[in-house]
């Protein structure tokens, strides 16, 4: 099976099964526990993106985040690139406010410190109740208008709250020097056809920053390959090596 039939598929899973782990990606989940000193799962989770996307990227957004298989089973609406500039920093105000909250919860917050991975799940399933069902489709529909408004991804670019993670996790890995997957390409090899730009998740504009020589340290690439598939002439490439 070619790469990126394999990644729709790990993404339609994941989306399918978004009513299990939904909790596992809360970030009001985190707030509410941290105020009870439990580390709970999506606290976890979290701190596994961070760790992960230290030499792998934005790996997760590509292949395995349900939240970016809705989005882009919404390229059947609206297949426009979402514009991209200030509202890329949408989500990291977001993020630092959602810190500060849990950090502020925690300290005031009461008990020892405990781990509790399954931390308000039903034995690990998250909605497992009629009334969830409301937070979930809230979720659903806040993470698919944009997309259907706005283009590509555009919940990913402008509100999501696990992108921060997996960006200052790059960065850092980026600043220590640490091998990490990312795309690479010869520009002397492009010959301006532009394909990666239709095939894009992100609506990036890919050929530009190949022209540019700029592409491999993109922080809203999230490493799918579809560029490097849909390149016949080879101009575009995964690497770990940092040239």
Not at 18 to 26: A, L, Q
Not at 164 to 181: E, R
Not at 200 to 208: E, F, R, S, Y
Request: glycine fraction near 6%; proline fraction near 3%; charged fraction near 15%.
């Amino acid at each position: 099976m070619k790469r990126q039939t394999v990644r729709k598929a790990l993404l339609l899973i994941s989306l399918l099964l978004f009513p299990v782990t939904m909790w596992y990606f809360s970030p009001y989940l985190i707030i509410q526990a941290a105020s009870e000193h439990i580390m709970n799962g999506s606290f976890i989770v979290f701190c596994l993106m961070f760790v992960c996307s230290t030499f792998l990227g934005r790996v997760w957004c590509g292949y395995l985040c349900p939240a970016g298989g809705l989005q882009e089973c919404a390229l059947s609406v609206n297949n426009k690139s979402s514009k991209q500039g200030w509202r890329n920093y949408i989500k990291f105000v977001i993020w630092i406010i959602w810190i500060a909250a849990v950090v502020v919860t925690f300290v005031l917050g009461k008990n020892k410190v405990t781990i509790n991975f399954l931390y308000m799940t039903d034995h690990g399933i998250s909605i497992a109740e009629i009334y969830n069902y409301i937070i979930y489709y809230g979720v659903i529909f806040l993470l698919l208008i944009p997309a259907m408004i706005h283009g590509r991804r555009a919940a990913c670019h402008y509100i999501c709250w696990m992108a921060p993670f997996m960006i200052i996790g790059s960065k850092v890995g980026q600043f220590l020097h640490i091998p990490q997957l990312h795309i690479e390409a010869d520009k002397s090899k492009c010959i301006s056809c532009k394909k990666c730009n239709s095939v894009c998740p992100m609506g990036l504009d890919v050929a530009k920053m190949v022209a540019d020589g700029n592409n491999s340290k993109c922080s809203e690439c999230i490493q799918c390959g579809a560029c490097v598939d849909s390149c016949n002439k080879k101009a575009i490439k995964y690497s770990f090596k940092w040239k």
